[in-house]
């Protein structure tokens, strides 16, 4: 699995937008970005993931540039409850594959 | 609430110590996997089964820990004679299926050995 580049720490503003890169420049072909979030004294909780394009659901957006080298974590309003460490994560293939973790990103939402 | 359960919550256990986990994961779910983390790291993989079948076993899986899956429901993980450095949190998760994309993560069994 190609390795991820995350920014340790991060602040947000309550209400703005949180907007989380990540660096993957060795990604191959069929690998997958998916980002995973940890609230404090859970377990991982799954965001969201694609291959190329921009995909949005409920949680969040994700952005991918066209060479797939790096990708955009967008969550559009911040709330308090969205304070978590986030993993970017490159696999390679769709799903039955272990999840290899970085350190990933410390989010906090500040009111 | 994933729907997937991990027991005990918290262990407390002296060196040299056994200790098992269980994980129960979603029904219908016939894929689980077995992660540990270690304080400001991010969960590390352990091993994981398809049914009852363990597939894979990560470097880190010494001898002295041990996985079952016995009937392809829960599971338990096992650690013989425990040592300071065994002390992390155990994250269970499951999944569907292969194609499933999406882990599905217990809260986790945190144990610490003193």
């Known amino acids: 699995d190609a390795k991820t580049t995350q920014p340790p720490s991060m602040d947000c503003a309550e209400g703005r937008a949180a907007n989380l890169p990540c660096n993957h420049s060795t990604i191959s072909g069929n690998e997958y970005v998916y980002w995973y979030r940890q609230i404090h004294s859970q377990g991982p909780q799954y965001i969201i993931h694609?291959?190329?394009n921009n995909e949005t659901n409920e949680m969040a957006s994700l952005i991918i540039t066209e060479d797939r080298k790096s990708s955009t974590l967008i969550l559009p309003h911040a709330t308090l409850r969205d304070t978590a460490v986030y993993y970017c994560?490159?696999?390679?293939?769709?799903?039955?594959?272990?999840?290899?973790f970085g350190k990933g990103t410390r989010l906090s939402v500040i009111a | 609430d994933t729907g997937v359960s991990q027991d005990p919550r918290h262990k407390i256990t002296k060196r040299g110590q056994n200790v098992t986990f269980r994980c129960d994961p979603i029904s219908e779910h016939n894929r689980l996997y077995w992660y540990r983390q270690t304080l400001g790291q991010g969960p590390e993989f352990l091993t994981y089964?398809?049914?009852?079948?363990?597939?894979?076993k990560s470097r880190l899986l010494s001898d002295r820990f041990s996985a079952e899956r016995p009937k392809g429901s829960f599971s338990t993980l096992e650690i013989q004679r425990t040592e300071q450095g065994d002390s992390a949190m155990y994250l269970c998760?499951?999944?569907?299926?292969?194609?499933?994309?999406?882990?599905?993560f217990g809260p986790g069994t945190r144990l610490t050995v003193t």
């Open positions: 998760a499951s999944t569907l299926g292969p194609l499933s994309y999406e882990q599905y």
């Open positions: 694609g291959l190329k």
């Open positions: 089964f398809q049914n009852e079948a363990q597939l894979e």
């Open positions: 994560i490159v696999r390679w293939n769709s799903g039955n594959t272990p999840l290899v």
